[in-house]
């Protein structure tokens, strides 16, 4: 399963129709489940419907087909409430079925991957966790509090992301910042290339 925090702090993202913007506000994010994760719990409902073999095989092929359907997770919990209901199943097989059936049934809106434009593997996102977290916090010797973190990481989706300039001049034409802003034609020589108040 691959979910992500109910919120995170962005200077940019990619919107419905996959229109990136700029806004500075804390952005909502949306939780999926894997596909392949609840494809796994699929072939876990065959095998306990049909039996291990071809036919809980066919069974739980078909229902991942389904998932990628719109109103995928209902259709794929419907069918599999039906077959369950026309098979004569033991207590253990009940059971075995019951987990997975729970696991998706409570993860349905999770599950709209299309609807949100968004990838239904996991390789994805941990590929972009590797390059943005692991590659710079994780370095030899390093140590970091919280705030500090969270400020490189800040600045480091900033710059991977290709906003760098836009978040700039973003910046610049804040009301506040433009209030502390000293201008580098007053600056010292010494200071004369350093841009205050600028991370």
């Known amino acids: ?100 059936y729970n696991y998706l049934r409570a993860r349905t809106k999770y599950m709209q991957c299309s609807k949100y434009r968004l990838s239904i593997g996991s390789g994805v996102t941990e590929a972009a966790c590797k390059m943005v977290f692991t590659e710079r916090l994780k370095l030899s010797g390093l140590m970091w509090s919280k705030t500090g973190a969270q400020t490189i990481l800040n600045l480091r989706v900033i710059l991977l992301s290709g906003l760098r300039e836009k978040v700039y001049t973003a910046t610049l034409k804040q009301p506040h910042f433009r209030s502390e802003w000293t201008p580098a034609s007053s600056l010292s020589d010494t200071h004369r290339n350093v841009r205050t108040k600028c991370a």
């Open 1 to 100: 399963m691959r979910e992500a925090p109910k919120s995170s702090s962005s200077v940019g993202c990619y919107g419905k129709c996959g229109t990136r913007f700029l806004t500075g506000k804390t952005l909502d994010w949306q939780w999926i489940v894997d596909f392949y994760h609840a494809s796994e719990r699929l072939h876990t409902m065959g095998a306990a419907l049909f039996g291990e073999g071809r036919a809980a095989f066919a069974w739980a092929r078909r229902m991942a087909k389904l998932l990628k359907k719109p109103n995928g997770p209902f259709r794929v919990l419907h069918a599999a409430a039906v077959e369950k209901a026309n098979q004569t199943m033991s207590r253990a097989a009940k059971k075995k079925f019951q987990t997975p």
